[in-house]
């Protein structure tokens, strides 16, 4: 298959995240709305475009203070940096349908190099004979790396919210007419 244009089914895609809380739990949330750019040949990823954009607004962890928390300067700083993005640079093939996505991974103005694992989970035909692929990732950040340095002391000791964020992302895309 040739490279082609593919648009992210956002109804049924995710990007999720996780951080520790209180050392003791976690707390999950997502980012509802994102959208995507991508141009592969899902046989061959090595060569594609891939370029993602994020509504910080969107950010949804089931809990409206925490969200607005999380939107305010203390954190992403949404009114100055309303969207984060990643740009893919290097894709690698590292085994079967599995690679490394390392690109640019922007948040509150702050770059980083940042590399996903990536599955390709296949592809096929929706009822409606459009050709849909399915691709899932994952990567942990260090949330200080891009100044969202927030935190509270515990009186137990440690700290309210975690350094490292993991970042989950579950992707359908339909191939472009």
């Known amino acids: 298959m040739a490279k082609v244009n593919w648009n992210v ?40 475009k891939v370029e993602f954009t994020v509504d910080i607004n969107s950010i949804d962890t089931r809990k409206k203070d925490r969200d607005d928390h999380l939107r305010s300067a203390d954190f992403f700083d949404a009114e100055n940096h309303p969207k984060m993005t990643f740009v893919a640079t ?21 770059k980083n190099l940042v590399t996903f694992d990536v ?19 994952s990567t942990k950040i260090s949330r200080k790396e891009f100044g969202l340095t927030w935190n509270a002391a515990l009186e137990t000791g440690g700290v309210m919210v975690g350094d490292e964020v993991k970042i989950n992302i579950e992707i359908e895309a339909i191939k472009q007419a």
């Open 90 to 110: 290097d894709i690698k093939k590292k085994s079967g349908n599995n690679y490394d996505v390392t690109g640019d991974l922007t948040i509150k103005g702050t």
């Open 9 to 48: 089914d956002t109804a049924h895609s995710s990007l999720e995240f996780v951080v520790k809380h209180m050392m003791i739990s976690k707390a999950k949330g997502a980012f509802n709305d994102f959208e995507a750019v991508i141009e592969a040949d899902p046989d061959n990823l090595e060569d594609a």
């Open 119 to 137: 599955e390709y989970e296949g592809s096929g035909k929706d009822p409606w004979g459009n050709e849909v692929a399915g691709f899932s990732g």
